[in-house]
């Protein structure tokens, strides 16, 4: 599918985009509404293969593509009824990404026929990562099983290959099954086993081939694009609903009010020890555009955290060996309230972020004031 094409400086390319950006291109250029799926099957054509990466985002309003700016390529913009698709030229060629709505308020899919892996994605996740708008949230194990369980539906789907991450030394795990391949079920269950978190899975049945992402993201193969869509993406745009409601309007209103915080609950007792908790300070002192302030070590973890990015101000508490509480300041913008969980909960293996229970609940006046 590729062709020769120019960037809009007028310079020819050697490089016309292919598969599933082509599709892209020729439908934007079109004005016309774009849908996922029906796109898919143009660039599986007669085979029943394609290469379609997507990572779901949420923002506080703003399109995710909105004053973005990429290093060294060329953007033109297409706007469309559901979309904005940036027709992209860099040394290598073109390409193009997606920006497609959701039925969620402030949540979008990014879509590209470029590998995951590949360089032109980090620069677009990087570019997307600079706007103060734009957040991403992860899938704890229990998603990643709902949408395996909503899968197998349609025919018995089965792990072809994982990767995982230890909580406690953060070290890797690969897993790759040529035969005898476990369920979802089994292979989450073995991760967990050995004290990780799964950070990709890839899944195979006679229906669909795909991998889902922790960091809310899916990549599409081959199969039925509409199992993809409705079954894989449509839970991803939902789980990123939920992270944004839970991230918004977080910010402490008066002296008077009651405290609300954020609970990181983690899926192994990860700090029992002054060492342990050491551990969370050192990972919140290298994140960009923090400072930090110890209150408290000993029995507990108590410090508070400014971003400097846009004045947000939190204070951390550890009481419990499995759990991360964050209490939000005066000002807590979305941005900062889930870079902040995110950073933590992917760190240290989160099984959840949440409003902790009532049960849970500690009298934290003293501590923060």
């Not at 099957?41 to 990572?55: C, F, L, M, P, Q």
């Not at 997606?98 to 892996?117: K, L, Y």
């Not at 029995?299 to 204070?315: E, I, K, T, V």
């Not at 760190?347 to 409003?355: P, V």
Request: charged share 25%.
């Amino acid at each position: 599918m590729g062709v020769l094409g120019h960037d809009r400086f007028g310079e020819e390319l050697m490089d016309g985009p292919e598969g599933f950006d082509y599709v892209l291109l020729a439908q934007a250029q079109l004005g016309a509404p774009i849908d996922l799926v029906s796109s898919i099957v143009r660039t599986k054509g007669d085979t029943n293969s394609a290469h379609v990466a997507v990572e779901t985002v949420f923002t506080d309003g703003e399109h995710p593509f909105d004053e973005l700016k990429l290093a060294g390529v060329a953007v033109r913009r297409h706007h469309g009824p559901n979309y904005v698709v940036l027709e992209l030229s860099d040394a290598d060629g073109q390409w193009a990404a997606a920006a497609f709505t959701t039925g969620h308020e402030g949540v979008f899919h990014i879509a590209s026929g470029q590998p995951r892996t590949d360089k032109r994605w980090d620069k677009l996740e990087r570019a997307l990562s600079a706007r103060q708008s734009v957040s991403r949230c992860f899938l704890n194990h229990a998603d990643f099983l709902t949408i395996a369980t909503d899968l197998g539906r349609y025919s018995p789907i089965l792990v072809s290959r994982l990767t995982a991450r230890k909580t406690e030394d953060h070290s890797s795990i690969t897993r790759g099954f040529s035969q005898s391949r476990p369920t979802p079920q089994q292979a989450v269950d073995d991760i967990e086993d050995q004290g990780g978190v799964v950070r990709t899975m890839s899944m195979v049945s006679d229906e669909v081939s795909l991998q889902i992402r922790r960091i809310a993201g899916a990549t599409f193969y081959g199969g039925q694009p509409r199992y993809f869509v409705d079954n894989v993406l449509c839970p991803l745009a939902a789980a990123a609903a939920v992270r944004r409601q839970l991230v918004s309007n977080r910010a402490r209103q008066g002296v008077d009010d009651e405290l609300h915080a954020l609970s990181i609950d983690l899926s192994a007792n990860l700090f029992n020890t002054r060492e342990e908790t050491g551990l969370l300070l050192d990972v919140v002192s290298q994140m960009p555009h923090t400072e930090v302030a110890v209150f408290h070590r000993n029995p507990y973890l108590h410090f508070a955290l400014f971003d400097s990015r846009d004045g947000s101000n939190f204070d951390i508490v550890v009481t419990e060996a499995n759990s991360i509480q964050i209490y939000p300041g005066y000002r807590a913008s979305q941005d900062a309230v889930a870079r902040v969980a995110q950073a933590l909960g992917e760190r240290f293996g989160a099984s959840s972020i949440a409003d902790p229970p009532e049960r849970e609940r500690v009298s934290i006046e003293e501590l923060i004031g």
